[in-house]
C-alpha cells in the first residue's frame, strides 16, 4: 500500500505509468486526483495507437464513452473522427497538467528494495531512471503486429498498418487478413482505383466486421470489383508478385503493394522480461483481475494487455477506469465495481 509521499520520500513518483494512451492517461489522472505522484513515459507521441489509425477512421463509440476524467469531448458528429480523437486527447493532458514524457521508451523495469526502478532512454538518446514506487504497464498492442513470418516480409512494398490508398491508385495490391482492418482497407483501396485481391486464411470474414461494412465489401466481391482468395494463405512475397497456396495449389498474384491487416498482439516484453508469467495460449500477464496487480508487487497492468490476444475484451469504453483500479489498491481500498460496458467498440 501507499502512503501520501513526505519530504523524507526518496521516490521521483508514487506511480510510473508506461504507455501514453487513452487507457494510460486515465491511469495517471485517477492517481492525481489521488493526491498521487504520477508520470507517463511513451515511446512515440501522445495517444499514439489512434495516430496509427486510417486518415479517414471514425471510432464505433461515442465521444462520451471516450472521454477521460469527466472532460467533455464536443464533436462535430455522431462519432469522433481520428483528428477529433488526437485534438481530445492532447487537451486532456493540458487541462490536467499530466507528467508526459514523449519519445522516451521505457528499456528495463528493475524491482527495487521499496518499489521499482524504471530504466529509460529519450529519442535523443539520454538515459534515464526513475525511481517509483509503483509501475503501471499500458503499452497497447499496435507496436507489435501480428507477422506472417514469410520471405520478402520485411520488402519496403510491405505495410502492417494502413492510412489510405491514394498512393496504390492504379496498381495491383493484395490485402491479407479477415477482419475490419482488412475488409476497411480492401473497400478504401478499391474506391481509390487500386486493383485488389484479398487474401484470407478462412472461408470468409471474421464474425466481428462491422454490419455496415460487410455488405459493401461482398457486393464488391460478388460483382467482381474485388478479388478474393480464400482458405488461402501467403507462401512468400516477391517485388511485384505474392505467392499464395490455396484450395487450387500454389498462385503467383500480382502486387506492387502488400496490406497485412493481420492485427497486433499484446506487448508483453517488459513484463515478461521483468518475471511476470504470461499466459503462452491467451497472452494474459498474470494479474489480480480487482487489483489489475501482476504477480510482482507494485506492477500493474492496464488497457488491452489485461486481455492478451483477444483484443476484443478491453477497448477504451472500459480500460479508462483501469487506473480506479489500481490506485485503490495503491490507498488500500476496496476496488471500484466494474463500469458496464455497452455493444459499442472503440474503433
Keep these: 500500500m501507499i502512503t501520501r509521499p513526505d519530504d523524507s520520500d526518496r521516490h521521483d513518483v508514487d506511480l510510473l505509468i508506461v504507455g501514453a494512451g487513452p487507457c494510460g492517461l486515465a491511469a495517471a489522472i485517477s492517481a492525481q486526483r489521488a493526491g498521487l505522484r504520477a508520470r507517463v513515459l511513451d515511446s512515440g507521441a501522445i495517444a499514439s495507437t489512434i495516430t496509427q489509425y486510417p486518415y479517414y477512421v471514425k471510432f464505433f463509440s461515442t465521444a462520451e464513452k471516450l472521454a477521460l476524467g469527466g472532460m467533455p469531448f464536443l464533436v462535430s458528429d455522431d462519432k469522433p473522427t481520428r483528428r477529433e480523437g488526437l485534438t481530445y486527447y492532447r ?35 539520454r538515459l534515464h531512471r526513475t525511481a517509483a514506487r509503483a509501475v503501471c504497464v499500458a503499452t497497447g498492442y499496435f507496436g507489435s503486429p501480428n507477422y506472417l513470418r514469410v520471405p520478402g516480409e520485411s520488402l519496403p512494398q510491405v505495410a502492417h498498418v494502413y492510412r489510405e490508398g491514394h498512393g496504390a491508385y492504379d496498381q495491383d495490391v493484395v490485402v491479407v487478413g479477415g477482419g475490419n482492418s482488412a475488409a476497411e482497407a480492401t473497400l478504401d483501396l478499391w474506391r481509390t482505383g487500386a486493383r485488389v485481391t484479398l487474401v484470407h486464411f478462412g472461408p470468409t470474414f471474421d464474425k466481428k466486421i462491422k454490419p455496415w461494412v460487410l455488405p459493401d465489401v461482398e457486393n464488391r466481391m460478388k460483382e467482381g470489383a474485388i478479388a478474393a482468395r480464400w482458405n488461402s494463405r501467403v507462401a512468400s512475397i516477391e517485388p511485384g508478385v505474392v505467392t499464395i497456396n490455396g484450395p487450387m495449389g500454389a498462385e503467383r498474384l500480382p502486387a506492387r503493394f502488400v496490406y497485412v491487416m493481420t492485427g497486433f498482439a499484446p506487448n508483453t516484453t517488459l513484463l515478461a522480461e521483468a518475471g511476470v508469467p504470461i499466459d503462452p495460449a491467451t497472452g494474459i500477464p498474470e494479474h489480480d483481475p480487482a487489483t489489475l496487480e501482476t504477480t510482482l508487487p507494485g506492477l500493474f497492468i492496464a488497457g488491452v494487455v489485461v486481455a492478451g490476444y483477444d483484443a476484443n475484451k ?14 485503490a489498491r495503491l490507498l488500500g481500498q476496496a476496488a471500484p465495481a466494474a463500469p458496464r460496458l ?3 467498440l472503440d474503433t
Design 91 to 125: 487537451a486532456v493532458v493540458r487541462h490536467f497538467g499530466l507528467d508526459v514524457r514523449q519519445y522516451e521508451r521505457v528499456q528495463r523495469l528493475e524491482q527495487g528494495e521499496r518499489g521499482w526502478i524504471v530504466h529509460s532512454e529519450s529519442m535523443e538518446g
Design 314 to 327: 478491453i477497448f477504451i469504453e472500459n480500460g479508462r477506469f483501469h487506473g480506479d483500479q489500481i490506485v
Design 342 to 344: 455497452s455493444a459499442e
